[in-house]
Structures are given as structure tokens and as C-alpha cells.
């Protein structure tokens, strides 16, 4: 039998550390007492077992645990199941990380097809830092996304995004907004030589999100977008497993609204075959610490046995003026994903849009003679 390691933080008084953390492996995974299950091996290969509680101050605790991995099978799903379903009602207990054995790394999914690599290479990008915006605001027609992912693309951006909340809206349906943006990119690139990639977002049902994916197909695109917390983690899972030519952007959406450490979201999302990893950037609309930036892009980027890295995409109410600074905070390895800000140039978005893509190539250039 092989286990998942699993980390909690819990809080509570000291001494109720040690029978909460037995409580926490019980209900995930036998979720009935011990002593009224009859058949021993159950008892030895599926009953989760309690490896450490360690005190870090102030009546929080880490608690390790070892889960069954016979319990999860290959199902991304109940893997999270498994790992939160039922404790997640509990107000003082957050999730915080696990670490899976190799043969279910492999069962779940064996992380990102193109990921890092090969969202470099679409865009012809070398070992540079990529760039990327978003179509929005809600309630603009087709005609106007368009011309605004026209504009993007003539100002050479690497990815250009629907923004999550465009959807199958009456103002902008999926069946019309997305052939007109893709046809507005392709006339772009004709005149830049840039292979600017168009990202339309997936939403709905799983049946409406497959013909959403026929009709990308049929535009010739290879990158979408998909919301993991709204749309399910096993839907997720099956769409990367039937579209091996498409390269999968995540987004954050809903991902703040359970007590799951997102450093283990972005991992486990890497861990299904998402490509990248949106999150919200230290300092900007959202209130993630710098230090949970670096996790995240970690998460996404840490040799993981054989599991090709994700691409971290910092976003979340970035400035042109923070180019720099976010450049020397992450590296080379991330693409910057600036929306509102260069969206408020107006008539002036295509040479905002040029000018942030000319401060990320310096600093590649600059990275590269050091």
C-alpha cells in the first residue's frame, strides 16, 4: 500500500491537538470508528494514520498525515475528496499541502503537456519572461473585444485572455466573440510576424465546454482557459486527457473561498496537466504576501519527479511602472499578465501594450549579460 502525506494547520488548545488530529484521519478515510470495522486489513491499508503533531505557536499545530492512496484511485476529484472533503466544515482547519508517491502523480494526470516549455515556444519567446492582457470589461459586443485583441496583438503581446467573466452572455455569446477575436489576432500577427496566441475562457457544462472547445479548434487555436474551482478538477482533468494539442491557462476564480493553502492549489492543478497558473501578484487588487507569491511559482516550477514545470502567471491589478520590480521578483520563468492598466490607455493600447513588451525583453536582455 502507498499513502499521500498530508499537512493541516490546525487551531486549537494544546491538549486537544493530539485526539483532533486522530479524529481528522479517521473522517478522511474510514469516517466511521475504528473499532466497529470488522476486517483488519482495513484497519491496515485504508485507515489514515497519524505521522506527527508538531506545536507552532499560538495554539496552532501542524498535523502530518498519511492517507491510503487505494482510496483516491485516478480521480483528481476525489483526491481532493479525500484530502478535505468533510474536514473542510471544520472553521479551524486549513489544508496545506501534500505529497503524492510517483505512481499517482502519473495515474492523476503527469503534470503539463506544453507547460514552461512550450508556452515559450508558441510564441517563439526563448528563455524570456512572456507577457500577457485580458479582454474586458462585461458587456462589450464581439466587434469590440476584437478590436481590442487587434490592438494587443499589433503591440506584440504574447497572450491575449478573455477575461474570466466572459462567458456565454447574451452581449458576447462564445460562438461569435471567439471567432471574431481569433480572426482579429490572425490579422494582427500578419502584419507583426508575432505569433501572438488568442486564450478564449471555457465555462459551463462539461458538454458545453467540449463544443467550446471544438469551435477554439476550429479557429486553429491551441491555448484555453479554465476556472478548476468552478468548473471541477476531474472535469479539468478529463478535458486535458481528450485535447493533448491544447495547452491549459488556470485561473484563480473561487480558489480563495475554502481553506486550501493555494501554494497546493497551483500544485495540484500543475499535477493534472494545466499548463499554467494565474494568481494574484503581492501588492496589487488582492492581498497575497509576498512570500505566498514565491510559493506559488514554486509550486509550479519545482522539480517534481519528471513532472514538467508550469508556467506562473502573476496578475491582479499590475502596473506598467512595477514591470521592473516584478521582473527581479520572479524571474525570466512567468509570464506578467497587466490588464486594466494598459486597457486605460485607450486609442494609446497598442503602444502601452508595446512598450510593456519592450521592458520585458530589455530585461531578458539584461538578465542574459549578467
Given at each position: 500500500m502507498s499513502w499521500i502525506d498530508v499537512t493541516y494547520h490546525l487551531r486549537c488548545e494544546a491538549g486537544e491537538a493530539a485526539a483532533r488530529a486522530r479524529a481528522i484521519a479517521i473522517e478522511q478515510s474510514i469516517e466511521m470508528p475504528p473499532e466497529a470495522v470488522a476486517r483488519p486489513e482495513i484497519l491496515a491499508d485504508t485507515l489514515g494514520q497519524v505521522e506527527a503533531v508538531e506545536t507552532l505557536g499560538a495554539d496552532l499545530h501542524a498535523i502530518r498525515l498519511r492517507l491510503a492512496t487505494g482510496t483516491i484511485g485516478a480521480d483528481a476529484g476525489q483526491l481532493l475528496n479525500m484530502l478535505f472533503g468533510n474536514s473542510s466544515l471544520h472553521?479551524?482547519?486549513?489544508?496545506?499541502?501534500?505529497?503524492?508517491?510517483?505512481?499517482?502523480?502519473?495515474?492523476?494526470?503527469?503534470?503539463?503537456?506544453?507547460?514552461?516549455?512550450?508556452?515559450?515556444?508558441?510564441?517563439?519567446?526563448?528563455?524570456?519572461?512572456?507577457?500577457?492582457?485580458?479582454?474586458?470589461?462585461?458587456?462589450?459586443?464581439?466587434?469590440?473585444?476584437?478590436?481590442?485583441?487587434?490592438?494587443?496583438?499589433?503591440?506584440?503581446?504574447?497572450?491575449?485572455?478573455?477575461?474570466?467573466?466572459?462567458?456565454?452572455?447574451?452581449?458576447?455569446?462564445?460562438?461569435?466573440?471567439?471567432?471574431?477575436?481569433?480572426?482579429?489576432?490572425?490579422?494582427?500577427?500578419?502584419?507583426?510576424?508575432?505569433?501572438?496566441?488568442?486564450?478564449?475562457?471555457?465555462?459551463?457544462?462539461?458538454?458545453?465546454?467540449?463544443?467550446?472547445?471544438?469551435?477554439?479548434?476550429?479557429?486553429?487555436?491551441?491555448?484555453?482557459?479554465?476556472?478548476?474551482?468552478?468548473?471541477?478538477?476531474?472535469?479539468?482533468?478529463?478535458?486535458?486527457?481528450?485535447?493533448?494539442?491544447?495547452?491549459?491557462?488556470?485561473?484563480?476564480?473561487?480558489?480563495?473561498?475554502?481553506?486550501?493553502?493555494?501554494?497546493?492549489?497551483?500544485?495540484?492543478?500543475?499535477?493534472?496537466?494545466?499548463?499554467?497558473?494565474?494568481?494574484?501578484?503581492?501588492?496589487?487588487?488582492?492581498?497575497?504576501?509576498?512570500?505566498?507569491?514565491?510559493?506559488?511559482?514554486a509550486a509550479a516550477l519545482a522539480p517534481s519527479g519528471g513532472i514538467a514545470a508550469a508556467l506562473p502567471v502573476p496578475a491582479g491589478g499590475m502596473s506598467l511602472a512595477r514591470v521592473p520590480e516584478i521582473l527581479d521578483f520572479y524571474g525570466n520563468e512567468a509570464m506578467l499578465l497587466i490588464g486594466g492598466s494598459l486597457l486605460a490607455e485607450g486609442e494609446r493600447l497598442s503602444q502601452a501594450t508595446a512598450a510593456f513588451v519592450d521592458q520585458v525583453h530589455r530585461h531578458a536582455r539584461t538578465e542574459s549579460h549578467a
Open positions: 472553521d479551524d482547519l486549513t489544508l496545506v499541502d501534500a505529497d503524492l508517491p510517483a505512481g499517482s502523480k502519473r495515474a492523476l494526470g503527469g503534470g503539463p503537456r506544453a507547460g514552461l516549455a512550450g508556452l515559450r515556444a508558441r510564441v517563439d519567446a526563448g528563455a524570456r519572461a512572456l507577457t500577457a492582457s485580458a479582454l474586458k470589461p462585461q458587456g462589450l459586443p464581439p466587434e469590440e473585444l476584437a478590436r481590442l485583441a487587434h490592438a494587443f496583438a499589433l503591440g506584440g503581446i504574447d497572450y491575449v485572455k478573455d477575461d474570466h467573466g466572459l462567458a456565454q452572455q447574451g452581449f458576447s455569446p462564445f460562438h461569435r466573440r471567439v471567432p471574431a477575436c481569433a480572426a482579429a489576432v490572425r490579422r494582427a500577427t500578419a502584419a507583426t510576424g508575432h505569433p501572438t496566441r488568442y486564450v478564449p475562457s471555457l465555462s459551463g457544462s462539461l458538454d458545453a465546454v467540449r463544443e467550446q472547445l471544438r469551435i477554439l479548434r476550429e479557429e486553429g487555436l491551441d491555448t484555453a482557459m479554465v476556472a478548476p474551482a468552478i468548473l471541477g478538477l476531474s472535469n479539468v482533468q478529463q478535458l486535458v486527457r481528450e485535447h493533448e494539442g491544447v495547452a491549459f491557462l488556470a485561473h484563480p476564480s473561487l480558489a480563495g473561498a475554502a481553506r486550501i493553502a493555494p501554494p497546493l492549489l497551483a500544485k495540484l492543478w500543475r499535477l493534472v496537466g494545466l499548463d499554467a497558473v494565474i494568481f494574484p501578484n503581492h501588492g496589487g487588487r488582492f492581498g497575497y504576501s509576498s512570500e505566498t507569491c514565491r510559493q506559488i511559482a
